[in-house]
Structures are given as C-alpha cells and as structure tokens.
C-alpha cells in the first residue's frame, strides 16, 4: 500500500500545471464555500438577534391563536408567571407588549396606526428602535400621555415633536375611545411600513385604553445567549399556567417572514455550493481521466506484470484521495483566513449601500461579520473528498478495462 | 513433457470487417530451461505467440499450456495472477514506470507479490550485480541509458524468479553492442539460474546466440 501510495503521489506530479490548476480550483471553492457559509451563518445570527430584540423575543408567549388572528381580545395577565420566568438564569428580561390597531388624527391628517404598549425603561437596552431614540429625547412615561411616533408618521400627520394628536380606538367592550397623546419623541426602525404606523406609548395607559388592564398580548423573552443548544423552553412552558390557553412559541415561529426569508436565502447558497462543488467534481474527473488516458500504455505495463486491476483502481483511488486531501488543507486553510478576517473585521456595507439594510422585515447591522462554524468547515471538507473519491470511480473503471496487449501495440 | 506447450493455435484479430489470421495452427514445446529465440520478419507472429504464451491474449482456437496451466480456461483474474506468479516479460521499449526509481521498478513485481521489503531488497541488490548495474538504482528511467533501462527490465523480469522470462525484442532498440552483451547476460541468467527464456527478434546475431531458435512466416513455423 506504501508503494502504491507512494506511486500514486509520483503520478500526480507528472503533470504539475495541471495538478496545480485542479488543486486551485479545490481549494478555491471549498474556501468560497466555506466562507461563504460562516458569512451567511454570521449575517444570519445578526438578523435573527435584530429581529428578536426588536420583534417577539427569542421565544414569545401568547394566548390562544393570537398569532394568526391578531385577535386583540387574546390578552392575557402575565403578572402570576412573568417574575418566575425573569428568574431563570438563562433569560435576560421579559418584555411585555400590547398591539393595538387604531386611528391617529392631527389637526391636519389622520392615519391608520399600530398602537404599541410597552414597558420603555424595559425594552430601552434590548430594542434597538429605542436604542436608536436621540438622547436628548429620554425615554415617554409609563403612565403619562407621552407617546413616541414613527418618522414617516409624524411627517404624514404633519407633526413635530411636544406636537398633540389624539388615537381612536374600539375597547374590548366594542366602544370607540379616544386619547389625546403628545409627541415625545421621533423612532425610526428603517422598516417602511413600521415608520409609517407605529406609535409606542406605556404599558399601563394602552391596556387601560383599550379596556384590559394588566393584561397584554404579547411576552417576549430575550435569552441571554440567544438560541443555543440549550434553550429553556421547556423551563418556561412548565411555568406557563395550563388553564389559559397560553402557548410558547420560538422565534421562527412568531416571526416567520424572518425565517422564511432566511431559509429561502440560505437554500439558494446550498443550489449555489452544489453547483460550485459539481463544477469542482468535473475538473477532478477530468484530471484523472487525462491521467488514464495518458498512460494507457504504462497501465498496460502494469497490468502485463500481473496486477489485478483493482490495483489500478486502488492507485487512481489513491490519487483522487491526495488531490482531494491537499485542496481540503489548501481550502480550509484559506478559508480560515479568510473567515478570519471576516469575524474580525467584517464586510462594512455602508461604502456600498445607502440608508438601511432591510432582510425579511428586521433592519440590521451593515456591518456583516463571519462566525466559525468548525464543523460545518470539516463537513464541507469530508463532501469534496467523497466527491473526489466519487470522481475517480469512471476513470478507474476505464483503467481496469484496458487490454494489455492491445496497450502495448499503441 | 514441455514447460511450454502449443497444440493448433489459431490467433485471428478483426480489424473492422477485415480478418486477419495472425496465428496459424501451431505446434510448439519449449522445456523448462531453454534458451530460444522466435525468429522471422515483422508480422510474421512473434509478437502475438509471445502474448499468447505470456497470458496477455488468449487463443481463438487451440490450446496454449504453460506451467500446467491451460490458459484458454482462465479468467481474467485467473491470467492476472498466472502471470505474477509465473511468466516474467522484457519488453522492446523498456516500459520502465517513469516516475519509479529504477530500484522501485525491479521491485514493481515483487511488491505486487507481497514480498518483505527486506527480501526485496536483497534480491535486488543480487540482481543489479549481476547485470552490472549497481549503483544506478535511485536514477529514474530517463537518468538510465537504453541499455541501463533494459538491464532494470531484465532485473524486474527475474525478480520474483518465474517460471518462463518472455522478451519481445529486447534489443530492437539497442545498439549492437549493447544488444549482444544483453543478450550473453541473459544467457548466463539462464545457465547460472536455470531460467527459461524465450525471446523474439529478427536481428540474426541476435539469433545466433538462442539454444534453439523457432522460425516463423505468416503466422506457421517454418522448418
């Protein structure tokens, strides 16, 4: 086996251009594919972090089918449960919510709007939107009738900031009630259709506005090391009372454009990486079967000495293992220098693109960082040496069928 | 009874519709350690014998008996290793494997044979002293004259000491010289180890140095 492998590295070399230029292109697309797939793990991690601090939370507690109906009689009274859940160590806040449909009119337009209770002093270090509030704004209090609008809203109504508007909106006894509410401040999320309808006032005043005080419709938990292998849910649905309907759902599941935009996004990458690496798998075959064909008379040597001619498949074996090996290390290498430089410096978009990076619903970051993904790198790598494996099988087959004696007459 | 046996051995290529008969009913013995020559002019079926006896064709009528063995019952596999086992092959361009050593070359057979390295190697170093070559065996094929390449394709032949070495014009591309001392080399081999040799070539001196020489024509041996 020494001996074969040892002739099989020989051959290899026979024709350096080309074994360079097979190893090239190895290494070069298990590198691109390898990046390729810790950048898009990276940008996906960051996306899914944006959604869920400004969205529904790692995972998120709703009542009954509130999710597909927005059904805004689904409230629920967190307060028996929302401290135990504070309590478990892996959760880093419980944000309480209420979404109310209504109407926002100023002295000159009115609009159709999402009223949004929140808890501000909660949410200001977890959602960005608030993150993102001027400091000179502080934050709207609880109870008062300070209100933060949307950007495109204010501009529509035809607002500015300590500016007065009133919402209407039915109550959960079917009544139209109506609040006067002052600009506090100005948020913009850079998601359009939020910028245009969002109005966020305190928790307490939106639930007594619409007729449902201490209830909300949404608790959303941010984890404190996001979605890991050991996430709490099952912690967290024990705690959950069992007699009101409450359910607890993942983050893909409550924001599901989110997660469809990345699934779709990420399934494009896998057609892209089949393509690359079948690319990849034609070069190999082409390699070795040059290779056959360049030494039909040699093999035929070999076989008239009395190899079998799985010894002939044994050494072509042997050499797509070697190709595929040394493209794996060259690969990997440089896709780790590459992933890297990705983790550590990230691909700053804000050179390339104006405005903000809107994917799936969620604004994020434009600054687009790799993460390493091990093993998903040494998975990518065992792939490409199956696939040069694969590849020497047609030209070993054509090694084994040559006719010594008519090799030898060539 | 011979080492060797031929009984109406017929040989018939096909080249499109075209038949040709490149064996024509022969009848041959050569005992076991022999030195004999298949003499006669290009296409005359020195080459296709040659392939027949060694197992790299087999015959399209007749028997072909080598060692005991019937070589038209064989199967592929089966030829493969009478072959390793059995017939050791010169060849009229060498075919040394390039990118070997001249020492990996000899061993090629041995190391098909699954031969300790150990043992390898003495046998080796015997043979390269034998054919004067000693100190040529870490030099590739192309750092070897033509008659250092053969006198390695000798060695490779005798490594794993068969039964019959066959050499199809061994010295055809070789100067006379060279061609002769090869040639009394492998007559000694043949004497000193008792190996039989059966080897082809047109070249009368060549000819003239074989223990018995076999005169073919259109495929038939002529008296």
């Given amino acids: 086996m020494m001996s074969l492998l040892r002739l099989a590295w020989s051959n290899l070399w026979r024709n350096r251009r080309r074994t360079w230029i097979t190893l090239a292109a190895l290494a070069f697309s298990i590198m691109l594919v390898q990046t390729s797939h810790n950048l898009s793990t990276g940008v996906y991690s960051q996306m899914i972090e944006s959604g869920v601090r400004a969205g529904s939370g790692h995972l998120t507690v709703y009542r009954g089918n509130y999710l597909e109906t927005r059904d805004e009689k689904l409230g629920f009274n967190p307060q028996e449960f929302s401290e135990k859940l504070k309590s478990i160590e892996a959760v880093e806040t419980v944000l309480p919510r209420i979404y109310l449909a209504g109407l926002a009119q100023s002295s000159r337009e009115s609009r159709g709007i999402v009223l949004s209770g929140i808890d501000p002093l909660l949410e200001q270090s977890i959602n960005p939107i608030l993150k993102r509030l001027p400091a000179s704004s502080g934050l709207p209090d609880m109870a008062s009738r300070q209100a933060l609008v949307g950007d495109r809203l204010l501009k529509e109504l035809q607002l500015k900031e300590g500016s007065k508007f009133v919402v209407t909106l039915q109550n959960r006894q079917g009544e139209m009630v109506s609040e006067l509410l002052r600009v506090h401040g100005v948020v913009h999320s850079g998601i359009r259709h939020l910028d245009r309808s969002l109005v966020m006032i305190g928790l307490h005043r939106a639930a007594t506005l619409a007729g449902m005080p201490d209830e909300v419709h949404e608790l959303a938990l941010i984890l404190k090391n996001g979605l890991g292998n050991e996430t709490p849910a099952a912690e967290i649905a024990a705690l959950l009372p069992g007699d009101r309907g409450l359910r607890l759902y993942f983050w893909d599941e409550a924001m599901t454009n989110l997660a469809n935009a990345i699934k779709l996004d990420y399934a494009s990458q896998q057609f892209m990486f089949l393509i690359i690496l079948m690319i990849v798998t034609i070069g190999v075959v082409n390699t070795l079967l040059m290779a ?14 009395g190899a079998r001619a799985s010894v002939l498949h044994r050494m072509l074996f042997l050499e797509a293992l070697i190709l595929g090996a040394l493209g794996l290390l060259l690969g990997t290498f440089f896709g780790s220098l590459a992933t890297w430089y990705l983790v550590e410096k990230g691909i700053d978009l804000q050179n390339w693109i104006e405005g903000e990076l809107e994917f799936g619903g969620v604004v994020f970051e434009p600054v687009m960082r790799a993460v390493w993904e091990p093993l998903w790198m040494l998975k990518i790598g065992i792939y490409v040496l199956s696939l040069c494996i694969l590849a020497s099988l047609y030209p070993a087959y054509r090694a084994g069928r040559i006719v010594p004696a008519e090799s030898m007459r060539k | 009874m011979g080492l060797i046996q031929l009984r ?5 290529y096909h080249a499109g519709v075209q038949q ?3 064996v024509r009913g022969v009848n041959l013995q050569i005992k076991a350690g022999e030195f004999a020559a298949l003499a006669g002019p290009s296409g005359s079926g020195k080459t296709t014998l040659l392939n027949l006896i060694g197992g790299l064709d087999q015959a399209s009528a007749g028997q072909v008996i080598v060692d005991g063995c019937n070589l038209a019952q064989c199967s592929p596999t089966e030829l493969a290793d009478f072959r390793l086992q059995r017939i ?16 990996e070359n000899a061993e090629f057979v041995l190391m098909l044979r699954k031969v300790p390295v150990e043992k390898r190697h003495d046998r080796i170093d015997f043979l390269f002293r034998e054919l004067g070559i000693s100190g040529l065996e870490q030099r590739r094929p192309m750092e070897l004259s033509g008659g250092q390449q ?5 060695a490779r032949a005798m490594a794993a000491e068969p039964a019959v070495v ?9 100067d006379s010289d060279t061609a002769t001392d090869l040639l009394f080399l492998m007559q000694r081999l043949n004497r000193e180890q008792g190996t039989t040799f059966l080897f082809s070539s047109h070249d009368p001196k060549v000819i003239g140095l074989a223990d018995r020489v076999v005169n073919l024509k259109d495929g038939r041996i002529v008296e």
């Fill in chain 2, 150 to 154: 053969q006198r390695v394709a000798v």
């Fill in chain 1, 292 to 305: 056959v064909m360049e030494r039909t008379r040699e093999f035929g040597t070999i076989l008239a000495l």
């Fill in chain 2, 20 to 22: 040709v008969d490149a």
């Fill in chain 2, 8 to 12: 109406d051995v017929l040989k018939t």
């Fill in chain 2, 88 to 103: 050791g092959f010169i060849f009229q361009s060498f075919n040394l494997i390039p990118v070997l050593t001249a020492r």
């Fill in chain 2, 166 to 174: 066959l050499a199809d014009e061994p010295t055809a591309n070789l």
